[in-house]
């Protein structure tokens, strides 16, 4: 059952709580215009997401986009011996799609979740019809678009010039803005896949936050325990793309 209070005003935004018994958190569905969330919500279907489902890989054909309700996505990068790197981060802000936004059908990246979560799935046909009448959500998923490229441009700057404590700090800064808490939920090795580098650098990079009292690492998890000293182990990466995300979305209001 689609519960989706509105207001009378013709452009009214809806308040959706919930889709099919589902609580929304995605960013960018929450306030559409009352005639855009008529259109699209009813084709949402609501799905988990465990770590290492993978949303779109690399080359395929993108039968699906998916409005991430929680947990986190990666999205990476692959080379022809099997290595990769991450290039984006995407939460409940975000969407897996973005292709088909250009008319595109197939993805250059693989999008794999690694911290398990939610999502409300829509056909790639059922998302190309709604952009025809849903101007606000078009615009909102070109917006995330740029955030995106921003992230990709930034990120394989920050791999090339920066430590990997340094890049560790910024990933971890990025994961908790889209997980909320303390806590994210990650083993070293799956640290050392995002972060194009060994596992043995990792381990040092995670002990000198460590030992800083940044953060303290379990098996499994990472504890963020100084979040403004976090912020200042990292690299200028974080606070760029910050920036001008605070930028883009003030132009946007």
Not at 70 to 94: F, H, P, Q, R, T
Not at 108 to 125: D, E, N, Y
Not at 138 to 158: G, I, N, Y
Not at 160 to 165: A, F, G, K, N, T
């Amino acid at each position: 059952m689609l519960r989706v209070p509105t207001r009378t005003k013709k452009n009214a935004t809806t308040s959706v709580s919930q889709v099919n018994g589902q609580t929304v958190h995605n960013k960018i569905l929450l306030g559409l215009p009352e005639t855009e969330s008529s259109v699209v919500l009813p084709k949402l279907q609501f799905i988990a997401l465990p770590v290492r489902t993978v949303l779109n890989e690399a080359g395929d054909t993108i039968k699906f986009a998916f409005f991430m309700n929680d947990g986190l996505a990666s999205v990476l990068s692959l080379m022809g011996d099997g290595k990769s790197v991450e290039v984006g981060l995407s939460g409940n802000e975000g969407f897996v799609g973005l292709p088909l936004l250009a008319g595109l059908s197939t993805s250059p990246t693989r999008v794999i979740i690694q911290v398990a979560g939610s999502a409300f799935r829509l056909s790639a046909k059922d998302l190309r019809t709604s952009l025809e009448e849903c101007p606000v959500l078009t615009a909102r998923l070109q917006r995330f678009a740029q955030e995106m490229a921003l992230q990709a441009s930034q990120v394989a700057a920050c791999n090339r010039l920066h430590e990997v404590d340094e890049r560790l700090a910024r990933w971890l800064l990025m994961s908790q803005d889209r997980l909320g808490g303390d806590l994210v939920p990650l083993t070293q090795e799956f640290l050392a896949h995002m972060l194009g580098t060994r596992r043995a650098s990792v381990t040092v990079a995670a002990g000198v936050l460590q030992k800083a009292r940044l953060i303290t690492y379990t098996r499994g998890s990472v504890r963020v325990q100084d979040r403004a000293g976090l912020e200042d182990a990292s690299c200028e990466c974080y606070r760029i793309m910050t920036r001008q995300i605070e930028k883009w979305n003030a132009e946007a209001s």
